[in-house]
């Protein structure tokens, strides 16, 4: 008996208990109390779509981004979002380390930005008026390559033009909003 104390009282001193910070006990709690509302708002298809726009901007993949591209990530989904507004919202979802969002505090975040009556028309004009930047009333795969650019998203020239066929209906070489709304409610965010 006295060698099973012994081994026990060794196995006891030999496992470490691994300490869970604050921050992620409050994160792991969020998401929990998250999960089921993110269930509820997105399909499992968009989670997938923005974990993708997520990994896009965690470049070093520690499963973080900045506040500023949390910003950027936003503006690609079409949001029209200035930089004050992203730290004033991200504190509403209870964000409380601005430099460091996780992927489910994004999701909050778009949630909260979509609101209970999403108006698809206008989020999919505001992409497209964002990517208009000179206003000329289409796209070309210039201006796709530009946004790619301004997002640190990596997209050749070929991507851009392929982009620019698939969703060119009248065959003029260049994609007009309602071309583009077409293309956007085909997507799995719109669906």
């Given amino acids: 008996m006295a060698e099973s104390n012994n081994s026990k009282s060794d196995y006891s001193s030999s496992v470490t208990i691994k300490s869970t910070s604050p921050t992620t006990t409050r994160r792991r709690r969020r998401w929990k109390n998250m999960d089921k509302k993110i269930r509820s708002e997105l399909t499992s298809q968009d989670i997938r779509d923005l974990r993708d ?42 964000i409380e380390r601005l430099g460091d969002v996780s992927f489910s505090e994004m999701l909050e975040v778009i949630i909260s930005m979509q609101g209970d009556s999403r108006d698809e028309y206008e989020e999919i004009s505001q992409g497209f008026k964002m990517l208009d930047t000179e206003k000329k009333g289409h796209l070309s795969a210039d201006d796709l390559l530009k946004a790619a650019e301004t997002v640190e998203i990596k997209l050749t020239n070929r991507m851009a033009q392929d982009m620019v066929y698939e969703a060119d209906q009248d065959g003029d070489g260049f994609i007009c909003l309602n071309e583009f709304i077409d293309v956007m409610r085909q997507t799995n965010l719109y669906n």
């Fill in 53 to 94: 726009v997520f990994d896009a901007f965690d470049r070093e993949q520690h499963g973080f981004i900045s506040i500023l591209d949390l910003r950027k990530a936003l503006r690609v989904l079409g949001f029209r979002i200035k930089r004050n507004d992203v730290y004033e919202i991200a504190r509403d979802v209870g």
